[in-house]
């Protein structure tokens, strides 16, 4: 097996996710979803939804393959691990719908992350504020 190299981090844009990051990985690669999935022995529809995080990230082996695939560096080889950890802890408590955007998923996953960090009030008061925007 490859050793991954060990370049520093790349000129990519911070990653809120592990599906985020692994768009950037692959874009950068210049690979289509279906031939990582080739090069993986995972289906391009587990890349997918991986990217648009409405399937847990893949464990160990399946990062192990993924950063294999897409030359990551080590530091994005690590970055990939701790995302795949956290987001594994919140799949299943945020269900975003095959027909949604990207653009929308990823708002959507972003104001997740930061309503997982506001206690009640702060929740209370946001609500507050959405109703008002709707209006």
């Known amino acids: 097996m490859r050793m991954l190299d060990a370049r520093p981090h790349s000129k990519l844009r911070p990653a809120a ?7 950037e990985l692959r874009q950068r690669a210049g690979l289509s979803q279906r031939e990582l999935g080739r ?8 890349i997918s939804e991986f990217e648009n995080c409405r399937r ?15 030359s990551a560096t080590e530091a994005e080889c690590e970055l990939m691990f701790e995302l ?11 269900r975003i719908g095959r027909e949604t955007s990207t653009e929308l998923a990823s708002l ?6 930061v309503a997982m960090r506001l206690n009640d009030q702060q929740v209370a008061a946001l609500r507050v504020r959405l109703k008002e925007a709707a209006m």
Not at 17 to 23: R, W
Not at 84 to 94: D, E
Request: overall charge positive; proline content about 4%.
């Open 39 to 46: 090069r993986t022995g995972l289906s391009n529809s587990s």
């Open 84 to 94: 795949a950890s956290s987001g594994r802890s919140t799949v299943g408590k945020l």
């Open 108 to 113: 959507l996953r972003e104001v997740f992350d």
């Open 17 to 23: 996710s592990f599906g985020e990051l692994l768009f």
């Open 56 to 70: 847990a990230p893949p464990r160990r082996d399946g990062i192990v393959a993924l950063a294999l695939a897409l």
